[in-house]
Nanobody, 124 residues
Framework: VQLQASGGGLVQAGGSLRLSCAAS?????MGWFRQAPGKERGFVAA????????VYADSVKGRFTISRDSATNTVYLRMNSLKPEDTAVYYC?????????????????????WGQGTQVTVSS
């Protein structure tokens, strides 16, 4: 499975962006992680294979929305009310095995494939 992420860019604080990640094959849980300069990669959001269950990091709850189109194997991350601290490279990830999203979604080791990353820069 290959993951192709897109949609990053430069935006002012308070603005919005939508990231997309297209998978070349069927996947189960899909997630977004991000890595800021000098920091470890951290969890942002995840969505179940059906799209019925979502999980968010506390730092993005109420501002970001993850969704997926199962027909096209594409996951989206709508980011509103962006803050300078959201600046990072955003990576999409996909799991090819079935596991409990509520228990494991924040563990990057549970994902099998990763996209190339897309830069999001939020200016103050």
């Amino acid at each position: 499975v290959q993951l192709q992420a897109s949609g990053g860019g430069l935006v002012q604080a308070g603005g919005s962006l939508r990231l997309s990640c297209a998978a070349s094959g069927r996947t189960y849980v899909m997630g977004w992680f991000r890595q800021a300069p000098g920091k470890e990669r951290g969890f942002v959001a995840a969505i179940s294979w059906s799209g019925s269950t979502t999980v968010y990091a506390d730092s993005v709850k109420g501002r970001f929305t993850i969704s997926r189109d199962s027909a096209t194997n594409t996951v989206y991350l709508r980011m509103n009310s962006l803050k300078p601290e959201d600046t990072a490279v955003y990576y999409c990830a996909a799991a090819l095995s079935l596991w409990a999203i509520g228990k494991h979604s924040q563990n990057s080791n549970k994902y099998d494939y990763w996209g190339q990353g897309t830069q999001v820069t939020v200016s103050s």
